[in-house]
T-cell receptor, first 112, second 110 residues
Framework: KAGVTQTPRYLIKTRGQQVTLSCSPI?????VSWYQQTPGQGLQFLFE???????NKGNFPGRFSGRQFSNSRSEMNVSTLELGDSALYLC???????????FGSGTQLSVL | GIQVEQSPPDLILQEGANSTLRCNFS?????LQWFHQNPWGQLINLFY???GTKQNGRLSATTVATERYSLLYISSSQTTDSGVYFC????????????FGTGTRLQVTL
């Protein structure tokens, strides 16, 4: 059974650009959530999607957005990149609510 | 606000030693999970344990929800146990919104 797949693994962008990250969940998992990990702030919740609907959102500016497709795959987008957006972005999936979360390997984003 | 505190922040063990990691949380939780982040950044789910005790090989975990803490036990540690251990809790609502602790960094030496 394939795990959570995130692409790309590494990204280098410059300030002002935008970026799209992708997450393919484990088969049968309908909940997809995104987290940002930085040395200073640790792991922080960005948002969660279930059946193509955003159910919850963390305390991040509107430049961070996401969506989920009918096959449960999810994308997150960051527009007008800032240096502080440099981080490891992790996707986590689960079958449903209050269930065990499984994480992908993450996308390491560097903003120059 | 909601807080998740882990102790100790850093731990160095010799191979074969046992250890206990602690997670304190400030409110009632819907679920609590323990994760291990390896040196390559991959987060592995060790336990889903909102209450009670579970064991998986050399690892076991206990959550006492009424007293708002959870413990992760590592026995006969191995170098592959090195990494950062995170406790994460969900305080309410219907979404998988986990609040992570700051982690315990474990180094197991030969």
């Amino acid at each position: 059974k394939a795990g959570v797949t995130q692409t790309p693994r590494y990204l280098i962008k410059t300030r002002g650009q935008q970026v799209t990250l992708s997450c393919s969940p484990i088969s049968g998992h309908r909940s997809v959530s995104w987290y940002q990990q930085t040395p200073g702030q640790g792991l922080q919740f960005l948002f969660e999607y279930f059946s193509e609907t955003q159910r919850n959102k963390g305390n991040f500016p509107g430049r961070f957005s996401g969506r989920q497709f009918s096959n449960s795959r999810s994308e997150m987008n960051v527009s007008t990149l800032e240096l502080g957006d440099s981080a490891l972005y992790l996707c986590a999936t689960a079958r449903g609510t209050n269930e065990k979360l499984f994480f992908g390997s993450g996308t390491q984003l560097s903003v120059l | 606000g909601i807080q998740v505190e882990q102790s100790p922040p850093d731990l160095i063990l010799q191979e074969g030693a046992n250890s206990t990691l602690r997670c304190n949380f400030s409110d009632s939780v819907n679920n609590l999970q323990w994760f291990h982040q390896n040196p390559w950044g991959q987060l592995i789910n060790l336990f889903y344990i909102p209450s009670g005790t579970k064991q998986n090989g050399r690892l076991s975990a206990t959550t006492v929800a009424t007293e708002r803490y959870s413990l992760l036990y590592i026995s006969s540690s191995q170098t592959t146990d090195s990494g950062v251990y995170f406790c994460a809790v969900e305080f309410g609502g219907t979404a998988s919104k986990l609040t992570f602790g700051t982690g315990t960094r474990l180094q197991v030496t030969l």
